[in-house]
């Protein structure tokens, strides 16, 4: 039996903390309805309503899926940006009488009662259907074969992260709205690559050795017998069915797989009759889908355990649940609080905690672009390349591992530095220093052995190492050279695109670029001076009052990172020997006059924001879809308790793992 009582603890708060009116659902209709007809309709009605939004036949469509109907995602969708335009007094525009606070919270009540509730209760949203990445695909390969069909981190004695075979086997995944290639509706937009799997598969099962230790793993015996009994040839295919299937397997899969085993060994040896079996269970589409149980409930219900153990096991490893999730699960005791809480820890304690930062964090902040693509000459020497990423990927796993603040990704006391970056961040900045106190354990021992400790050779690739901050330059990731190079043009700085990029990427307000505008190049010709400022150009791009909107958030925060070149280096002049402009004034009216000074500035002000983006983007990786309205219960809930942990990680690892949203499933109308 689910321990749920927090969860329905905070349900009866939400709804508790709603208004009880207006009195009945006809009244509460009517107030976008009037709204709308009053304020809104003259503009955004019809064929030629503007900005391509008709409200008249939003209201209309909104009006066929009245509770209990779940409201259409790309119906609410469009009822967000009506919410944010209203909210931000965007919409009237300023040309017109505003709404009065009386019309907003009326607006915002029924908002909250029609799109973010259903039938005034919380609830999670459609399920969807989940498929395995490319990722967890090679990691649970890896992991149900014991075989590695990557190339090992510590045998390269290349600098770059080569791909192996499998990996240029793969096509490119595109990421969905989340951001993260795991986005549910991103891959059932994607065919499967069935032909390339199965050439992965084929690979994998090559790499299978016949020693002991594989065989036991695999098959219960340390030497291949002549002979199998049907009986052994069942269990053998159980137990790996188990794994493979996740738990949910049937007599049906169990006769596919033993047959499979029966003709191969009429034409060749038991070893490989075993691996033909093998393969036909990896073919099997279950392998593939992360099937649940669909009850047709349009409310929330509870997973089943295996199901549960599934979900953790992909979130927190991006690979199969081992035969301890699932015997926890066979038992009933997986969901037990007590338990849950051992095995988070438990997986938190293993190598591929490290898919965290590989996938969730390299994804989100955009790093895994120096290594994706080695051609790339944009990029810049392969050396450099490895080593900026690692900084990133060792500070996330700190930042996991030793269960730091969020803010730290922001400004911290300590940072990862390679040395192979050593000139880039100059002297007097960085001291290596002892390690962090830390919760799990250090799943990147192997990889911090120096060259002469992995295999004798002196010139191998080198990992980056812990230090502490002197000055203040660094600390956090937002002045690490890897961010400065990924925000920046090959040959010079974008104090736009930086600062758009701390605006998305930090604090979850992403902006899409206007139409026609002009670019750097031709505004800096058309200004009288031969020798423009960058701040003179940029004042130039956009003099417009509609640019002014977005420009008066993004451009003091680019600005302010401007002591960092292309390549992360700090500098108090350009190439044409005009000073660095690097200060600003924040919209709150907060000024600031270095980099040191705008990272306090962001923690005092935006912090919340910050903590919140962060949530919302690791609550949509570990679910498989972008957040909707209906999941602001959980975010808030969330948010307070990340508030009242001093903004842990763990703890809104856990809080994640304890939500509704990852529990619990939703199925459509």
Not at 365 to 389: C, H, K, M, W
């Amino acid at each position: 039996m689910m321990h749920f009582t927090h969860l329905h603890n905070l349900l009866l708060a939400i709804c508790l903390c709603l208004t009880l009116a207006p009195s009945s659902a006809s009244e509460l209709d009517r107030i976008p309805r009037d709204i709308m007809s009053q304020r809104c309709l003259e503009c955004h009605q019809g064929d030629h309503a503007e900005g391509d939004l008709d409200l008249a036949a939003l209201l209309q469509a909104t009006a066929e899926h009245l509770p209990p109907k779940l409201i259409p995602q790309a119906l609410t969708e469009k009822w967000v940006k009506v919410e944010q335009a209203i909210l931000q007094k965007r919409m009237p525009p300023p040309a017109e009488d505003a709404l009065t606070p009386e019309q907003r919270a009326a607006f915002q009540t029924w908002f909250e009662k029609r799109i973010v509730l259903l039938s005034g209760q919380p609830h999670i949203g459609p399920t969807p259907l989940r498929r395995l990445t490319h990722y967890e695909f090679l990691n649970s390969l890896e992991d149900l074969l014991g075989v590695s069909v990557r190339a090992e981190y510590n045998i390269l004695s290349s600098v770059n992260i080569e791909k192996s075979f499998v990996e240029k086997v793969l096509p490119v995944e595109v990421p969905g709205e989340s951001g993260f290639v795991n986005d549910a509706s991103a891959l059932a937009s994607q065919p499967l690559p069935l032909l390339d799997y199965i050439k992965c598969i084929d690979f994998a099962l090559s790499k299978i050795k016949r020693d002991e230790s594989s065989l036991n793993q695999l098959f219960g015996f340390s030497q291949v017998p002549d002979e199998l009994s049907a009986a052994q040839v069942t269990d053998i295919a159980k137990a790996f069915l188990r794994r493979a299937l996740r738990g949910r397997i049937t007599e049906q899969h169990v006769t596919r797989a033993v047959t499979a085993y029966t003709t191969a060994v009429a034409q060749s040896e038991t070893f490989p009759a075993l691996k033909s079996m093998l393969r036909t269970i990896l073919l099997y589409p279950e392998f593939f889908y992360r099937l649940e149980t669909h009850q047709g409930q349009t409310i929330p219900y509870t997973v089943s355990e295996p199901e549960l153990a599934t979900r953790l096991a992909y979130f927190l490893t991006c690979s199969t649940p081992d035969d301890i999730l699932l015997d926890l699960a066979d038992s009933g005791q997986l969901s037990q609080p007590d338990v849950l809480e051992q095995q988070i820890v438990r997986l938190l304690n293993q190598p591929r905690r490290i898919s965290l930062s590989e996938r969730f964090a390299a994804q989100w902040i955009g790093f895994e672009d120096l290594v994706s693509d080695s051609d790339n000459a944009e990029l810049g020497v392969p050396t450099i390349n490895r080593a900026q990423y690692d900084e990133l990927l060792y500070f996330f796993d700190e930042l996991f591992r030793s269960d730091r603040s969020l803010l730290d990704v922001i400004d911290s006391d300590w940072v990862y530095v390679s040395k192979y970056n050593s000139k880039t961040y100059g002297q007097g900045q960085l001291k290596p220093r002892p390690p962090l106190e830390a919760t799990y354990q250090d799943v990147l021992a192997h990889r911090r052995l120096s060259g002469p400790q992995r295999r004798g050779i002196e010139n191998i690739y080198d990992p980056p190492t812990l230090h502490s901050v002197q000055g203040d330059r660094y600390g956090g990731i937002i002045t690490s050279a890897a961010v400065m190079r990924i925000t920046s043009a090959p040959e010079r700085t974008s104090p736009v695109r930086r600062g758009v990029w701390l605006l998305d990427k930090m604090m979850g307000k992403p902006l899409k670029a206007p139409k026609n505008v002009p670019t750097i190049e031709s505004v800096s010709r058309s200004l009288p001076s031969k020798n423009p400022s960058k701040l003179e150009i940029i004042q130039a791009h956009t003099e417009k009052a509609s640019c002014q909107v977005c420009h008066q958030d993004i451009d003091p925060l680019g600005f302010g990172l401007e002591n960092f070149d292309q390549n992360g280096r700090w500098r108090t002049q350009y190439r044409n020997k005009q000073e660095v402009f690097s200060q600003g004034t924040l919209p709150g009216g907060k000024s600031f006059s270095s980099p040191k000074q705008l990272k306090q500035q962001l923690t005092e002000i935006y912090g919340e924001a910050i903590v919140r983006n962060f949530i919302r983007r690791l609550l949509s990786y570990a679910i498989g879809r972008s957040l909707q309205p209906c999941d602001r219960v959980t975010v808030e809930k969330i948010y307070q308790r990340a508030v009242a942990s001093d903004y842990r990680s763990g703890v809104v690892i856990r809080e994640i793992i304890n939500s509704p949203q990852f529990l619990c499933r939703q199925d459509r109308n």
